[in-house]
């Protein structure tokens, strides 16, 4: 089992570019949830997505966008970046059912410049 | 709104010290609690859970209890070794529907265990 994989590790854009992540999830899993942790802080919730919609969303920008494929994989995209963009984004899947728990991958370390 | 305060670190022990990390909620349903680890350069890692009042989640000699009187859910470990060193980051979730709710976390609790 791959577990939780997203690509790419690390990024480095340049204020005002866009910028697209990846994320395969757990097998078994359907439901991929996405969140942004900066520096010296907990991760913050994004939105999250099951049966190709968004079902969640946090307080983020519209800037922040996503897409979830039929199987199950999902991207973040984010436009016009800014310098407070920079952070590790956390790609988590789990199972469409309560009392379930999240899987998370390693991340895709950020860096605008 | 739904949150999670949790002590703030950085705490330095010592091997084979005995180890709390504090953590407290506000949910407004009935939360699932959990903590998570992270290594340096690492994503998270699940340690343990706990879905209703008074369960007792364990994992790897860490055991938090899910309080629903005092609303807390404190990490506690008898005898930390140096390979414990990591943040730990204390969640809840509250159920949407048919699918896991969004995870609250705290701000994590970066720990040191020295030889």
């Known amino acids: 089992d791959a577990g939780v994989t997203q690509s790419p590790t690390h990024l480095i854009k340049t204020r005002g570019q866009q910028v697209t992540l990846r994320c395969s999830p757990k097998s078994g899993h359907d439901t991929v949830s996405w969140y942004q942790q900066a520096l010296g802080q907990g991760p913050q919730f994004i939105f999250q997505y099951y049966e190709e919609e968004e079902r969640q969303r946090g307080n983020f920008p519209d800037r922040f966008s996503g897409h979830q494929f039929p199987n199950y994989s999902s991207e973040l995209n984010v436009n016009a970046l800014l310098l407070g963009d920079s952070a590790l984004y956390l790609c988590?899947?789990?199972?469409?059912?309560?009392?379930?728990?999240?899987?998370f991958g390693q991340g895709t370390r950020l860096t605008v410049v | 709104g739904d949150s999670v305060t949790q002590m703030e670190g950085p705490v330095t022990l010592s091997e084979e010290a005995f180890l709390t990390i504090n953590c407290t909620y506000t949910a407004t349903g009935y939360p699932s609690l959990f903590w998570y680890v992270q290594y340096p350069g690492e994503g998270l890692q699940l340690l343990l859970k706990?879905?209703?009042?008074?369960d007792k989640g364990s994992n790897k000699g860490f055991e938090a209890t899910y309080r629903k009187e005092t609303t807390s859910f404190h990490l506690e470990k008898g005898s930390v070794q140096v390979s414990d060193s990591a943040v730990y980051f204390c969640?809840?979730?509250?159920?949407?529907?048919?699918?896991?709710?969004?995870?609250?976390f705290g701000r994590g609790t970066q720990l040191t265990v020295w030889p």
């Open positions: 706990a879905t209703k009042a008074d």
């Open positions: 988590a899947s789990s199972r469409g059912a309560p009392n379930t728990e999240a899987f």
């Open positions: 969640a809840l979730s509250v159920n949407r529907g048919s699918t896991l709710g969004r995870l609250y």
